[in-house]
């Protein structure tokens, strides 16, 4: 079993930046294409940003420019920077992974809110 634990939310004014943390405990080694997803209050969840199975990065275009993804293999940890944050990109943030062939593989934790307000 895997477990994620999302960190690093809060409320910041428009135009700020927050790092998000999530730590991979159990078997990671069943898991890859670790990425974020969201979820806005009556919206679907989406994903913002992830690795592939093969290294490379995908991000969805509502980010581009503005957030990186990174990762420390030594400390289980995806990051993701956030910058430029708009009122648009409140939600819940989540991660995930690939896990026994599904993306997202793993249930979903409880998320850590980011507030984007003046």
């Known amino acids: 079993q895997v477990q994620l634990v999302e960190s690093g939310g809060g409320l910041v004014q428009p135009g700020g930046s927050l790092r998000l943390s999530c730590v991979a405990s159990g078997s990671i080694f069943s898991i890859n294409a670790m990425g974020w997803y969201r979820q806005a209050p009556g919206k679907r969840r989406e994903l913002v940003a992830a690795?592939?199975?093969?290294?490379?990065?995908n991000y969805a275009d509502s980010v581009k420019g503005r957030f990186t993804i990174s990762r420390d293999n030594a400390k289980n940890t995806v990051y993701l920077q956030m910058n430029k944050l708009k009122p648009e990109d409140t939600a819940v943030y989540y991660c995930n992974a690939k896990y026994r062939g599904l993306l997202p593989g793993l249930d979903w934790g409880q998320g850590t809110q980011v507030t984007v307000s003046s």
């Open positions: 690795f592939t199975s093969g290294g490379s990065i």
